[in-house]
């Protein structure tokens, strides 16, 4: 279980939230932004977004990541109550060195599934477990999830978290990531 580390307001440019930081006893650092009073809510709308420090700091067109979390951060803004969880899962939990080695690969051909096998690791390692004590923490009764990937909803119901409804976060493919959007649709499930 977590335990509430500090809190604080936080303005941003898509609104003003609430961010908080739990001790889950392991050292990770993953931010939670709240908007308005999610405690004991339904149908809260949930954005759990892995880091992607190309993507959401640096702007990378390789991928949808920072697309993503605009886009949760400003409909969390222009609603009265929802949460955004931030896991510092880089490049789907393989770390950031590792994310780099797989863009190499991807520049000789591999997609990003392929990439992450050829280097010993699996195309997905995030872990949930996290997202579901914060929910459980605030004592969520359901969530609105905004997601593509199903894998973050089966991993929600399976632990006991009611997922009442999805919300699409759908991208403009563009040439730098149309490749790395048709393999998540084809290879991961993705619903793009």
């Known amino acids: 279980m977590i335990t509430l580390a500090a ?5 941003t440019l898509a609104g003003d939230f609430d961010i908080y930081t739990f001790d889950d006893g392991e050292n990770n ?8 009073d999610v405690r004991g809510k339904e149908d809260v709308p949930l954005r759990i977004h892995s880091e992607c420090l190309t993507g959401d700091v640096f702007g990378s067109k390789r991928c949808d990541c920072r697309d993503q979390l605009l886009k949760s951060l400003v409909y969390l803004g222009e609603h009265p109550y929802g949460m955004l969880i931030y896991l510092r899962q880089e490049g789907r939990g393989i770390g950031l060195i590792n994310k780099i080695k797989a863009y190499s690969l991807q520049e000789q051909g591999y997609d990003t599934v392929e990439a992450n096998l050829k280097l010993g690791l699996p195309a997905d390692r995030r872990d949930y477990t996290y ?18 990937n199903p894998e973050k909803i089966h991993f929600l119901e399976e632990s006991g978290i009611r997922v009442s409804g999805r919300i699409p976060m759908k991208s403009q493919a563009t040439e730098f990531n149309k490749f790395y959007l048709m393999t998540k649709k084809e290879k991961m499930g993705h619903q793009l």
């Open 131 to 148: 997202a579901v004590d914060v929910l459980k923490y605030f004592r969520i009764k359901s969530v609105r999830l905004m997601t593509n």
């Open 7 to 11: 809190k604080a307001k936080l303005p």
């Open 29 to 36: 650092e993953n931010a939670v932004i709240v908007k308005g």
